[in-house]
């Protein structure tokens, strides 16, 4: 099995009303990056992913999705960088069963 297809988006954070949660939540930047991919084969074969983000020339893993997908695509988060200035390019790893690493796939360059 391998990624088949994917992409990446940044979106604004929704808003949430200042009356219902603490000051402390309402000002956090409004940006995050929606990473999603699918899998071609036999997904059963594969344990779980390596998400790798690059910035700057350094590439360094910034989490792990499990093989549970919804509907057969498979979604991350990134909440790390939504702070961040520039460009970062993310990179998904599929990691097979007997903990062997697959062929790493390109998601996608975005700017914060």
């Not at 594969?46 to 979604?75: L, P, W």
């Amino acid at each position: 099995p391998q990624i088949d297809s994917g992409k990446v988006k940044v979106r604004k954070r929704k808003r949430r009303r200042s009356s219902n949660h603490s000051k402390e939540l309402n000002f956090r930047p409004n940006k995050r990056a929606f990473l999603s991919w699918t899998v071609r084969g036999r997904k059963k074969k594969i344990d779980h992913f390596i998400i790798q983000a690059e910035d700057m020339g350094s590439t360094y893993s910034i989490g792990a999705v499990h093989n549970i997908s919804r509907k057969g695509v498979y979604v991350f988060v990134d909440r790390r960088h939504s702070n961040h200035v520039g460009e970062i390019s993310y990179y998904i790893i599929p990691v097979y069963l007997d903990y062997e690493q697959g062929e790493r796939f390109a998601l996608g360059t975005v700017e914060f």
